[in-house]
């Protein structure tokens, strides 16, 4: 049974799907942390680039399935219009209340 969002244990993870899932570009840049990175698949991508492509311009959403490491890591059903639907892992940094970094793949 998924996780609602709202009830995710780590703010800036919370805010991080809830931002994804609402296709609201502005309240995602707000979760992330200046300079902020990520990893698709174990190779560093460009933020901007990766999350426009794979989550705004296709209409990314996550569907929680578990949340571990004190909130701080995903498994969720990901799908969006070019991939359609898959498993993927999730794992976050946060420092202060951001996001500094996120790592997904397929899980």
Do not use: C
Not at 33 to 56: H, K, N
């Amino acid at each position: 049974m998924p996780i609602q969002t709202a009830k995710l244990s780590d703010p800036a993870v919370r805010a991080f799907v809830t931002a994804v899932n609402a296709h609201d570009r502005e309240a995602f840049r707000a979760v992330l942390a200046p300079g902020a990175t990520m990893a698709d698949d174990g190779s560093d991508r460009d933020v901007d680039e990766w999350t426009g492509r794979e989550i705004f311009d296709s209409n990314g959403h996550m569907e929680i399935e578990k949340e571990y490491a004190h909130g701080l890591a995903l498994t969720a059903l990901y799908r969006n219009d070019a991939w359609g639907e898959m498993r993927t892992k999730w794992q976050f940094t946060v420092d202060g209340g951001k996001v500094t970094r996120f790592e997904t793949g397929q899980a």
